[in-house]
């Protein structure tokens, strides 16, 4: 029941706050530790209860910057386009030919022309495509070899030599654990942005940098002003922090394949959860293409999906978006949760992630309620997706979405 | 004392064998285990993850199994964390402490610790080797699970919906209620929730915490007016002594906070009031 006092400072929020500081200091004295940290105004914890600050970035940088003839949403905004084979599947293997089929009709679907020709739309001979792959969680919710040989087979039809594609990600260990090493994919190129290094090699050397600092643009970065890679909890220590993310100030500086080597993208993301939200096609290029990412969980999470898609490197040359869903994970992501997977038997394209994105989501949804899984669907879960839209990167009004599904 | 996971070193599965040292994770750095998600295991209490990897059928080359074993503070963490993993159980036959299998993984609570064995190649001839293992890793039959669920009223209760709540992360699966530790929990105090599915498809929830001490809960009360004035997809209904805090969600949703004595119980998706 709503006590009086709550009755009482109804209208004065701020004389109501000190009312609680002062509450809590002496529950704080009485109770020990557990609420000493509202009292100080320190927080020690990472749930202190202060709501976040509003962060300052550089997207009007990057918003500044003229859009290339090939920048997102592309040709087809707010077309999305999921092709379903049971065939894809079979105890446990991944049919091939079959998913390259999927590929095959789902590109012709959302175009509505021939591979070959959508090729000459999208590509030329002379391009460097990166294919941006996400390697966690496998064999079940890693994107899957096969479905990378398909990309790599509708590209070489179309005239691409391999040596002009990369296979990529941000780390190099988690490449190689998903299957994506060389002799696997002769004559293509495979690359992290950075190494995360071992006990026999380790990633820091003795003055304090990164091994693969030399790999990231420093004119390149996105800027998150007053949040740097240090202190942030759930790190051992700050060289811990550095070790996996390269640097640790308020840049995280994109990798320079992305800003000046590649010519063209296509995003590769697998179907899963990351909390109430989705990892799929936004996620896998908004924390994929840079470092220093581990500080911006917390404070922006969902946000840098947006603005990152809208960094140049990225908004002008990411053509093409496919989601591996031939397993779906709707819980326990984004690592896996084999007890949260199903065979879905599907592959998803779109020129436009954010469509795809609102449709993964939707989907993910309706996939825990079937199941009786808490759903928590508060819209701070998808407004990024919202202002992706606002700032002219796809669409995701569900009501200007058409969803193809096939067959 | 509630029986424990056997420490990992000490293994000797009939068909798998330890191949290298464990490695040990602690809070500090269990991100690096997992990336996305250490935080929700932090809450429920996390002392200690050890990982380690056996290979099956001696000489067989690649054939391996990993094992992470979380230590958890207390036997209600372990429940928490096993719940919030475990989906739809599917356990097998042979093996007593709770758990479920599947071709990747098996998932056992075992007293105040969790087990997860995984098989990544996904080969099933080695699931009774994942079975083996942990039926190693927890030898005595442990005490029943704490059962702190009894908040929850019982009646149209979907029972593998409930969850243990110890901070935001986990609240999160359920409400957004402002930011950070709102429900004042601090990993210490322990919330229950579950779901209450009603006709077409509609589903109620429900979150209830035992402060212990109805200060505290009149003060959590507080807060989540605070929270519910401040989020702007919430609209607060109009406060009246004694009566429940109220408000709508962004669906319209009616939605209610009440005290009894040291108690707080939140409901979303209340059914419509009558006109």
């Known amino acids: 029941m709503v006590p009086r006092e709550v009755m009482a400072v109804r209208d004065d929020r701020r004389t109501m706050d000190d009312r609680w500081s002062r509450r809590d200091v002496i529950r704080g004295l009485a109770a020990g530790a557990a609420s000493a940290p509202v009292v100080l105004g320190a927080p020690s914890r990472s749930w202190a209860q202060e709501p976040p600050a509003e962060v300052r970035t550089n997207l009007d940088q990057f918003t500044a910057v003229p859009r290339g003839p090939h920048a997102i949403p592309g040709p087809w905004p707010g077309r999305v386009v999921q092709v379903t084979d049971p065939a894809c599947l079979t105890g446990g293997a991944i049919d091939a030919p079959t998913v390259a089929a999927m590929l095959r009709t789902a590109l012709e679907s959302l ?227 084999e007890a949260h997977v199903v065979e879905h038997h599907a592959l998803y394209v779109a020129t436009d992630p954010i469509a795809l994105d609102t449709i993964g989501h939707g989907q993910m949804v309706a996939m825990r309620k079937a199941r009786g899984v808490p759903v928590n669907e508060h819209p701070r879960y998808t407004s990024y997706l919202h202002d992706a839209e606002a700032l002219g990167l796809g669409v995701a009004d569900p009501a200007r979405i058409e969803h193809v599904v096939l067959p | 004392m509630t029986p424990s996971l056997a420490a990992l070193p000490l293994l000797a599965a009939l068909s798998a064998t330890p191949a290298g040292e464990a490695v040990v994770y602690t809070p500090a750095t269990l991100v690096d285990r997992i990336d ?114 009894g908040l929850l009223p019982a009646r149209g209760l979907d029972p593998s919906s409930r969850r243990i709540v110890r901070g935001p992360v986990g609240l999160a699966a359920f409400a957004t209620l402002g930011d950070g530790d709102v429900l004042r929990l601090g990993g210490d105090v322990h919330g229950v929730a579950g779901l209450y599915p009603g006709p077409e498809g509609t589903v109620l929830t429900r979150v209830v915490v035992d402060y212990r001490d109805a200060g505290a809960a009149a003060a959590v009360l507080v807060a989540l007016r605070n929270a519910v004035d401040r989020d702007p997809y919430l609209v607060a209904g109009p406060l009246t002594e004694g009566a429940p805090l109220t408000w709508t969600d962004w669906a319209s949703r009616r939605c209610e906070a009440r005290i009894d004595g040291a108690v707080l119980t939140i409901s979303l998706g209340l059914p419509a009031e009558p006109r």
């Open chain 1, 111 to 337: 175009a509505g022309m021939d591979p070959g020709e959508l090729f000459g739309r999208l590509f030329t001979a002379n391009d460097l495509v990166g294919i941006k792959v996400n390697p966690v969680g496998p064999p079940l919710i890693a994107v899957h070899t096969e479905v990378v040989d398909a990309l790599i087979g509708w590209l070489t039809a179309g005239g691409l030599p391999r040596d002009h594609i990369v296979i990529w990600d941000r780390f190099d260990t988690m490449l190689a654990e998903a299957g994506f090493v060389p002799e696997r994919f002769p004559g293509v190129r495979i690359e992290g942005l950075q190494t995360s290094g071992d006990d026999d090699r380790p990633a820091v050397d003795g003055q304090g940098n990164h091994v693969s600092a030399e790999r990231f643009d420093p004119e390149f970065y996105y800027l998150a002003e007053g949040v740097p890679g240090r202190g942030v909890p759930g790190y051992d220590s700050d060289e811990a922090y550095l070790e996996q993310h390269v640097f640790a100030g308020d840049r995280s500086y994109f990798g320079k394949l992305v800003t000046r080597e590649l010519t063209r993208i296509i995003n590769v993301g697998p179907f899963k959860n990351t909390g109430n939200g989705v990892s799929m096609a936004t996620k896998n290029l908004g924390y994929g293409v840079m470092c220093n990412t581990g500080r911006l969980h917390r404070p922006l999470f969902f946000r840098v999906n947006t603005e990152v898609l809208a960094a140049p490197p990225v908004r002008d040359k990411l053509v093409l978006n496919v989601l591996d869903a031939i397993y779906a994970q709707y819980e326990g992501g984004p690592m896996l949760s």
């Open chain 2, 36 to 149: 996305g998600g250490a935080e929700l295991v932090k809450e429920h209490g996390f002392v200690e993850l050890s990982v380690r990897r056996y290979t099956v059928g001696g000489d067989a080359g690649d054939a391996r199994l990993e094992v992470d074993r979380y230590q958890m503070r207390d036997p209600l963490g372990a429940l928490g964390l096993y719940l919030d993993r475990c989906g739809s159980e599917t356990p097998d036959p042979t093996l007593v402490p709770r758990h479920t299998v599947g071709r990747y993984q098996l998932l056992m609570l075992c007293g105040d610790a969790v087990a997860v064995v995984t098989n990544p190649a996904g080969d099933e001839a080695l699931v009774p080797a994942m079975v083996d293992l942990a039926r190693d890793l927890c030898p005595r039959p442990p005490d029943p699970p704490p059962d702190p669920f």
